[in-house]
């Protein structure tokens, strides 16, 4: 996989140190854009429907050990792994956040191709859950790094369950679950430097791209 070999103690002391704001410098590094959302938002479908219009935008792709959705790709959509690959790799430091979502899977950023990406300026973003956001902000101080954390809200909790349910990706017991933490992760939008509202999808958009490029420089 393509962002082994790189350890945390090493992007910490030297990688990460070109992606700091410096008022001093002529030019400064856009922020790492983190999004979040509860599941079923649609969270996806707004940056989706951004990137396909800014294609230089450059989603991370997480890791993952859950199984594959239909239609998912390996490597595309997350780099699909076992327990024990996950665990291994977490404990050599190559993740920027892990979490275990759901109890049911564990995610990870891998922190490599992040650095790689925000030292050319590339509009950068994470979609991940609530958990790995907070994850981020706290790691951000001590690495160096400036992030600007985005939050998809639906227009109402009884609209979220529709389309959570609408996807039908999940079972009855997953939905259950899901929804339960998405109680959780509303109440937390507070947390969040800027709250976008889904409730039509190219708004969403133009909402998400105007952050992007204003923090860019595009």
């Not at 899901?178 to 939008?189: G, Q, S, V, Y």
Request: one cysteine or more.
């Amino acid at each position: 996989m393509p962002f082994s070999g790189l350890h945390t103690q090493t992007i910490t002391n030297v990688a990460f140190m070109t992606c700091v704001h410096n008022e001093d410098a002529t030019t400064r590094h856009g922020r790492l854009i983190v999004l979040c959302g509860p599941a079923g938002v649609g969270k996806g479908t707004v940056l989706g429907r951004v990137r396909a219009q800014h294609p230089e935008i450059w989603l991370s792709v997480s890791a993952t050990t859950r199984q594959p959705r239909p239609g998912e790709v390996d490597g595309v959509n997350y780099y699909f792994m076992s327990e024990r690959e996950f665990l291994d790799r977490e404990a050599r430091g190559e993740f920027l956040e892990t979490a275990e979502v759901f109890g049911l899977a564990h995610y990870g950023t891998p922190i490599q191709p992040v650095v790689e990406h925000l030292e050319q300026n590339v509009p950068t973003v994470l979609e991940i859950d609530i958990q790995g956001a907070r994850r981020v902000k706290e790691r951000a101080e001590e690495l160096g790094l400036d992030v600007m954390t985005v939050f998809i809200a639906p227009p109402s909790f009884e609209e979220l369950k529709r389309r959570l349910i609408g996807r039908g990706t999940e079972t009855a017991e997953q939905q259950a679950k899901r929804l339960e933490t998405a109680k959780i992760e509303l109440a937390a939008e507070s947390e969040f430097d800027v709250v976008i509202v889904n409730e039509v999808v190219e708004d969403a958009a133009a909402q998400l791209w105007n952050i992007i490029a204003t923090e860019f420089g595009l």
